[in-house]
Nanobody, 124 residues
Framework: QVQLVESGGGLVQAGGSLRLSCAAS????????MAWFRQAPGKEREFVAG????????TYSDSVKGRFTISRDNAKNTVYLQMNSLKPEDTAVYYC?????????????????WGQGTQVTVSS
């Protein structure tokens, strides 16, 4: 069956960096656009970044643009999220998601598979 397994979360001070990874199995990875979403306590899940299945097109939410970078390695069936200049408001559970098709979407229902999430906590 399809599995998306996130890793790399943790506790970091404001201004610090983290790199999240999402390893996919059970699917033809390069048929899927990939994305990262996050959900803070008491808030709705929101789009963070997305990457097309070939890695050519990348999109970011305004809140992370210039600080976060999404990338993928199709040979390793893995997508990454490099997070720099972290802020306390970046604290959330971060989820990896896969969407069958060429390009990512900001819409949650467009995604076919989800990981279990990894906690990122940024202290001030």
């Amino acid at each position: 069956q399809v599995q998306l397994v996130e890793s790399g979360g943790g506790l970091v001070q404001a201004g610090g960096s983290l790199r999240l990874s999402c390893a996919a199995s059970g699917l033809t990875f390069n048929n899927y656009a990939m994305a990262w979403f996050r959900q803070a306590p008491g808030k709705e899940r929101e789009f963070v970044a997305g990457i097309s299945r070939a890695g050519v097109t990348k999109t970011y939410s305004d809140s992370v643009k210039g600080r976060f970078t999404i990338s993928r390695d199709n040979a390793k069936n893995t997508v990454y999220l490099q997070m720099n200049s972290l802020k306390p408001e970046d604290t959330a559970v971060y989820y990896c998601a896969a969407r069958l098709g060429m390009n990512p979407s900001t819409s949650i229902p467009q995604y076919n598979y989800w990981g279990q999430g990894t906690q990122v906590t940024v202290s001030s």
